[in-house]
């Protein structure tokens, strides 16, 4: 059998298998007990969140305060409360407070000194973020 008398895998395949991908990886990730140095965070996603955390300021806590204490604190990555839904978060490694003190991984900087398996959620997020409305 030869590359051609494969069956193509849909996008819906394709989005599942990268799904199931990211989840594996930020349950690893959540296994880490101490705190990755915080990369920063992307021009645009700055912007966006800004905006949100002053059109909505008690649903996120603002935007420069979570910022503040990633990078004093260092960041953690988390689950939800389904964890095979997709939804993981970063937040400061000192909050237990998922709701005021999220981000999304795509939001964060790569960088090149950056955690391998954190670089590869990031990106895991972004693409998944690109091929459907999770």
């Given at each position: 059998m030869n590359q051609f008398d494969q069956p193509s895998h849909s996008p819906e395949e394709t989005r599942e298998?990268?799904?199931?991908?990211?989840?594996?990886?930020?349950?690893?990730l959540n296994e880490v007990r101490e705190g990755f140095p915080?990369?920063?965070?992307?021009?645009?996603?700055y912007d966006r969140l800004?905006?949100?955390?002053?059109?909505y300021?008690?649903?996120?806590?603002?935007?420069?305060?979570?910022?503040?204490?990633?990078?004093?604190?260092g960041i953690k990555v988390v689950l939800g409360k389904?964890?095979?839904?997709?939804?993981?978060?970063i937040m400061p490694f000192g909050s237990d407070n998922i709701e005021m003190d999220n981000l999304f991984p795509?939001?964060?900087?790569?960088?090149a000194e950056?955690?391998?398996?954190?670089?590869?959620?990031?990106?895991l997020n972004q693409e998944l973020k690109s091929i459907s409305f999770y």
């Amino acid at each position: 059998m030869n590359q051609f008398d494969q069956p193509s895998h849909s996008p819906e395949e394709t989005r599942e298998q990268k799904k199931a991908k990211y989840i594996i990886l930020a349950r690893e990730l959540n296994e880490v007990r101490e705190g990755f140095p915080f990369p920063g965070i992307n021009e645009e996603s700055y912007d966006r969140l800004k905006e949100v955390a002053e059109k909505y300021p008690d649903y996120t806590a603002p935007i420069d305060e979570i910022i503040e204490r990633c990078k004093a604190q260092g960041i953690k990555v988390v689950l939800g409360k389904n964890p095979n839904s997709g939804n993981v978060f970063i937040m400061p490694f000192g909050s237990d407070n998922i709701e005021m003190d999220n981000l999304f991984p795509r939001h964060l900087k790569i960088i090149a000194e950056m955690d391998e398996k954190l670089k590869k959620l990031i990106l895991l997020n972004q693409e998944l973020k690109s091929i459907s409305f999770y």
